[in-house]
């Protein structure tokens, strides 16, 4: 056996780096040539300046200023740190200053993601109401899982999604608004008003189910849905979009299920289609929300998120409850303050 394999090496002591504020004190008592004077520059007690220099003396294992002398002068050592602490605490500030440029840097041009019939409603509406807040606002549009991996890849600065369930404690989550599931069917089809869900089974008329893909969010929520309301429709056609989706319902081929801001997005199929509010059931909603990285926006996230409830209330809950009179008040519904998701 070799003596370097005899036995495990001791473990190397780490070294101790000085505090950045105990090498402002120590620089402070240089330059000011007396510790009141520099504990009154610092806005400090002299107790703790005087105490913030001998821990310095104790992290760095030598005496930096020479006490038997009145006032106090540097050390040889003190000299040496005085002139090398400066330049770095110099670094240090410019560093600081720096990082917050860039921050402010980042809000000219921000990378917003939103779920297709989020961005093609109140897109155009929140990218007004938002001008203020960044000089570029990129938006782009897609589905739920694509948006959140490309969140957490930081493709997108934030993202405005229709589900919550994002496994990640760096991402922050606002509730924005809440929209219930109503059916729609063809104009040629009359469909009495619902008095339960379940009747959605005994339908007349043989019309098939139009659905959403299970890749959307939307389209698995909807199935969710159906098991609770004990709905089971045999798969006909599957879109990951309203529009084609509506077109078949409005050619009288079938019935679906969707909801407010996804009718209003192909709105030009509306004189086409009746749409049957559903009684209230505990799935009969999705919601959205704004996802963000924590603790990165000094604050940006919330006002997006109260600036995009704004246009949800003031204009488009109003745009569609005059194109769908028939909908309840709370069909879309913002909460009135920071709710869990």
């Known amino acids: ?44 007690s002299q107790s703790a300046l005087s105490q913030a220099v001998k821990t310095l003396e104790a992290d760095l294992g030598t005496p930096l200023l020479d006490r038997e002398v009145r006032p106090a002068v540097p050390t040889h050592a003190g000299q040496v740190l005085r002139e090398r602490a400066s330049r770095l605490l110099a670094q240090a500030r410019t560093l600081v200053d720096q990082v917050r440029a860039s921050a402010r840097q980042a809000h000219a041009q921000i990378h917003l993601g939103c779920v297709d019939s989020f961005a093609a409603t109140v897109g155009p509406s929140l990218i007004r109401a938002l001008s203020g807040s960044a000089q570029q606002m990129l938006m782009w549009s897609g589905l739920t899982p694509a948006l959140t ?9 934030f993202a405005i999604c229709t589900d919550s369930a994002i496994d990640d404690p760096r991402i922050t989550q606002r509730l924005l608004f809440s929209e219930s599931w109503v059916a729609v069917f063809p104009k040629a089809h009359p469909v009495r008003p619902l008095a339960s869900v379940r009747e959605l089974a005994e339908l007349p008329g043989g019309l098939p189910l139009i659905r959403y893909s299970q890749r959307s969010v939307i389209g698995q929520q909807i199935e969710r849905f159906l098991r609770h309301a004990g709905v089971q429709a045999p798969r006909a056609c599957e879109f990951d979009a309203t529009d084609p989706l509506l077109s078949l319902v409005a050619s009288g081929l079938g019935w ?31 919601h959205f929300f704004l996802l963000a990285r924590e603790d990165e926006w000094a604050g940006l996230d919330a006002h997006i998120a109260r600036i995009a409830r704004d246009v949800i209330r003031q204009d488009t ?16 519904s913002c909460p009135d303050e920071e709710s869990p998701p």
């Open 1 to 44: 056996m070799s003596p370097r394999s005899a036995g495990p090496r001791p473990p190397r002591r780490s070294r101790v780096l000085p505090d950045l504020q105990a090498l402002e004190a120590f620089v402070a008592v240089c330059d000011a040539g007396s510790m009141a004077l520099a504990a009154q520059q610092l806005g400090v």
């Open 149 to 157: 991996q490309q969140l957490r890849g930081r493709e997108l600065d």
């Open 256 to 286: 679906a299920l969707s909801t407010p801001l996804c009718l209003w997005q192909s709105r030009h199929h509306l004189d086409e289609v009746v749409v049957l509010p559903l009684p209230a059931t505990r799935l009969g909603q999705r």
């Open 317 to 332: 809950a109003v745009a569609i409850h005059r194109a769908m009179p028939g909908l309840p008040a709370d069909a879309l």
